[in-house]
């Protein structure tokens, strides 16, 4: 059962690890780069444009109506914090489990993870109207003697996804330190050395300073563990503590967290087989890895799937004909167009990874990642816009339609996060170089082996 | 590797994160101090267009604020009072001052005095002056010892947070109905046996609610 595939291939020796990664920052950039970041930051202007206009003019400018008065801000959100879990869970919990396929995806995962969660934090805070006293979020102290409500998951969600985003910036830092070093080392320029010297904290690379380093780690990946849990569980107790019929539900913090972790993978994947095949990483990220992350995406969408079905079991099972209508209309009502897009692109187009053949080719995993993507969207826009569009009275009923904005900003979202990816690529190792020399053969010399006459040294094989 | 940093760069990085702690806390300070009623508001002290001294006739002469502030006792609003309340003592007293010449004026021409406002609360804040006589707080709970005022000014902050001090915890502001309009009054030693009589009787209970003042 053990696979023993290695887990970086070609002759991979120390230096040439360094030397690999490195040269992807201290070389020209590839010409892809700066077409990718032409297009990703004119993106990202478009969103900051509509956000000015959002401020001057007021939520009036998005689809949002009465009933439906969270629009695609929230699905958003919600879509872009989800795909942050994929970094945490890779960093934290695959490293608590020794799952050492990691070391090669876990640094841009997390990358991905903190600029997904930027790109999340947009939304709730410019959907608030007068967004020049969202710090009213924050427990200020003030002459009104007004605190934010505690017992409202809106304030739960302040904190779950501020530590998420803390603590996820310190993990991802730490793993950085020794990387950072290596290129202050290596570093031609007065300037690039003082950066690189300053935010590689003075490291040695001492037998002393790796011990307290993997300690902290180790404490780090601990900490940051509960959160992927517990940070998309908060979001959906935006959702499970209300009253709305379809929203009311105690699965949702399971059925969430699923649906992050498998909407993370996929956006990974997507990330993952582009920068691989830009910058010649075959070797480093292999069919190995994108295996075991499609198996992954196949074990979620499977959980997501149960979910979906969990949801119409216990509508019908809990008799209450709201919930029951709830459903009903979800998937045959005015929006079955988008439950059917999410159930087939989250429940049926991954049951292909089942077959070796697809999991482990690229053309096929890409557009799957893709549809996940889709799919997971969709998920979030039927939950919000479902629910409220048809409530308790049909007399409020209406169907919400997004506007120009609506769509300029989710499109200028993608822009504000691939723009802080590539440069993410462009100035920082993306692959973890410490660690996947620690995976090296080389790093695991067998010198104690008692067993045989000669005690000379040598690769276990 | 050449040296990058000298030896005191080993600092920095306690100071740097010291200095961040202070600056956030000093932030915090400056706001909570500086951009609050208690700094901005205490203190307002506008000319007024007549200079009518509360002082000489609240204090020296002991008249009752009800005599000009008429409606205070049956109506959210506390009237400012009309030209002919003035003239009600005006036309025998003082006939000739130059201060009262505008009062004159107004009086034949039946324009009134534009007022210069001191205590004013915010248009979204609803506040009923009737409901608070009725309950005991005095006059001088929220608009301070204004007997002895030659100039009106603002005493107290009337600020959310100063409201909900007294709303929370009303029991050192209620006085009996006929010591409404005393100055320089303080509880008696009694006050607390005083108070939870007297919010059972009148069934006192100052809401907290958002809805309360936020109607």
Not at chain 1, 58 to 64: D, N, P, R
């Given at each position: 059962m053990l696979d023993n595939t290695p887990l970086v291939l070609g002759n991979e020796t120390f230096s040439s690890i360094t030397d690999h990664i490195s040269s992807i920052t201290e070389r020209k950039a590839p010409k892809q780069w700066y077409l990718l970041l032409a297009l990703a930051s004119s993106l990202a202007l478009v969103l900051f444009g509509m956000i000015g206009y959002l401020f001057w003019e007021?939520?009036?400018?998005?689809?949002?109506q009465n009933p439906v008065g969270w629009g695609w801000a929230i699905v958003n959100f919600v879509f872009w914090v989800g795909i942050g879990h994929a970094g945490t869970l890779i960093s934290a919990i695959l490293f608590l489990l020794r799952q050492k396929w990691r070391t090669s995806i876990n640094r841009f995962a997390e990358a991905m993870t903190l600029f997904a969660v930027l790109a999340a934090g947009i939304f709730p805070a410019i959907h608030?109207?007068?967004?020049?006293?969202?710090?009213?979020?924050f427990p200020l102290p003030n002459q009104m003697q007004m605190w934010p409500n505690f017992r409202s998951p809106l304030l739960w969600d302040v904190f779950a996804v501020g530590t998420y985003f803390t603590v996820s910036l310190l993990f991802w830092f730490t793993g950085l330190v020794p990387d950072l070093a290596t290129y202050r080392d290596r570093a031609k320029t007065k300037i690039k050395k003082m950066v690189f010297g300053i935010l590689s904290?003075?490291?040695?690379?001492g037998n002393r300073q790796w011990k307290h380093y993997e300690m902290t780690y180790l404490l780090l990946a601990g900490l940051s563990t509960p959160l992927v849990l517990s940070v998309h569980s908060v979001v959906s107790t935006d959702f499970a503590?209300?009253?709305?019929p379809g929203w009311h539900?105690?699965?949702?913090p399971p059925y969430f967290v699923a649906g992050a972790i498998f909407s993370g993978f996929a956006m990974v994947m997507t990330l993952a087989i582009i920068a691989r095949k830009i910058y010649g990483l075959e070797h480093l990220i292999t069919m190995k890895h994108l295996d075991n992350m499609n198996k992954i995406i196949l074990l979620t969408g499977m959980i997501v799937g149960f979910s979906y079905g969990m949801e119409f079991f216990i509508a019908w099972y809990s008799g209450n004909p709201y919930e029951q209508f709830a459903f009903v209309n979800r998937a045959f009502g005015p929006y079955a167009w988008a439950y059917w897009i999410m159930v087939s692109c989250?429940?049926?187009?991954?049951?292909?990874?089942?077959?070796r053949k697809i999991r482990r080719s690229i053309p096929a995993m890409f557009i799957i990642s893709i549809f996940v993507n889709i799919g997971m969207w969709f998920e979030r826009f039927v939950i919000v816009v479902t629910s409220l569009s048809r409530d308790f009275l049909p007399s409020a009923w209406d169907y919400f339609t997004p506007t120009i904005y609506d769509i300029g900003m989710f499109i200028g979202s993608f822009g504000l996060f691939f723009t802080l990816f590539l440069l993410f690529v462009r100035f920082l190792p993306m692959i973890s170089m410490s660690e996947v020399k620690g995976v090296l053969?080389?790093?695991?010399?067998?010198?104690?082996?008692?067993?045989?006459?000669?005690r000379k040294g040598g690769q276990h094989v | 590797m050449a040296q990058l940093f000298p030896k005191w760069t080993n600092r920095l990085p306690i100071l740097v994160l010291a200095g961040l702690v202070f600056l956030l806390v000093f932030i915090v300070f400056i706001f909570w101090y500086y951009a609050t009623p208690k700094y901005?508001?205490?203190?307002?002290r506008p000319e007024q267009p007549v200079p009518y001294s509360h002082k000489l006739h609240?204090?020296?002469?002991?008249?009752?604020?009800?005599?000009?502030?008429?409606n205070v006792e049956q109506s959210a609003h506390a009237n400012v009072p009309s030209t002919q309340t003035c003239m009600n003592c005006h036309t025998n007293v003082a006939t000739e001052s130059e201060k009262l010449l505008l009062v004159r004026e107004s009086w034949a021409s039946g324009k009134p005095i534009e007022w210069v406002r001191v205590h004013s609360l915010p248009d979204y804040a609803y506040f009923d002056h009737s409901a608070h006589i009725t309950a005991g707080?005095?006059?001088?709970?929220?608009?301070?010892?204004?007997?002895?005022?030659e100039v009106v000014e603002?005493?107290?902050?009337?600020?959310m947070g100063w409201c909900l001090d007294c709303h929370r915890e009303p029991e050192m502001h209620l006085r009996p109905r006929e010591d409404i309009?005393?100055?320089?009054w303080t509880p008696p030693p009694d006050q607390m046996d005083f108070a939870k009589k007297i919010i059972e009787e009148k069934n006192i209970s100052p809401p907290t609610d958002c809805s309360g003042c936020h109607r």
């Open positions: 007021g939520t009036g400018i998005w689809g949002i608030v109207g007068r967004v020049w006293v969202v710090y009213y979020m904290l003075g490291w040695r690379g503590t209300s009253v709305i539900t105690t699965i949702f989250n429940v049926l187009i991954p049951q292909l990874f089942w077959s053969p080389q790093a695991d010399p067998h010198y104690y082996d008692h067993e045989h006459d000669t | 901005l508001e205490v203190g307002y609240a204090g020296d002469m002991g008249m009752d604020c009800r005599y000009c502030h008429t707080v005095g006059c001088e709970s929220c608009h301070g010892n204004v007997a002895a005022m603002q005493k107290k902050p009337l600020s309009t005393k100055m320089n």
